[in-house]
């Protein structure tokens, strides 16, 4: 069984930072793409970051210039995210699949931007 664990939401003042972090665990195939997807209380779930086992990221328009995702190993991505804003509170979550097409989310992790 699969498990993506996310680690590292709460609550920040506007212009803060934060950093997020998951762990996958149980694939006997590997992680393939790793990233992360948001959504908001009333809102679609959107795009946020990815970054596939080589290296290729691909961030959601919103956030190009303030969160950086990185592959800590084939199995652990985070999500460094600063210069946050009240309009990035959501729940954020891990995601992973593997080169099979199988793909699996964490329970999510909030976030909360507010002075």
């Known amino acids: 069984q699969v498990r993506l664990e996310e680690s590292g939401g709460g609550l920040v003042q506007p212009g803060g930072s934060l950093r997020l972090s998951c762990a996958a665990s149980?694939?006997?195939?590997?992680?393939?793409?790793m990233g992360w997807y948001r959504q908001a209380p009333g809102k679609q779930r959107e795009l946020v970051a990815t970054i596939s086992s080589g290296g290729r990221t691909n961030y959601g328009d919103s956030v190009k210039g303030r969160f950086t995702v990185s592959r800590d190993s084939a199995a652990q991505t985070s999500l460094q995210m600063n210069s946050l804003k009240p309009e990035d509170t959501a729940t954020y979550c891990c995601y992973s699949d593997d080169k099979r097409g199988r793909g699996w989310w964490g329970q999510g992790t909030q976030v909360t931007v507010s002075s």
């Open positions: 149980g694939s006997i195939f590997g992680y393939d793409t």
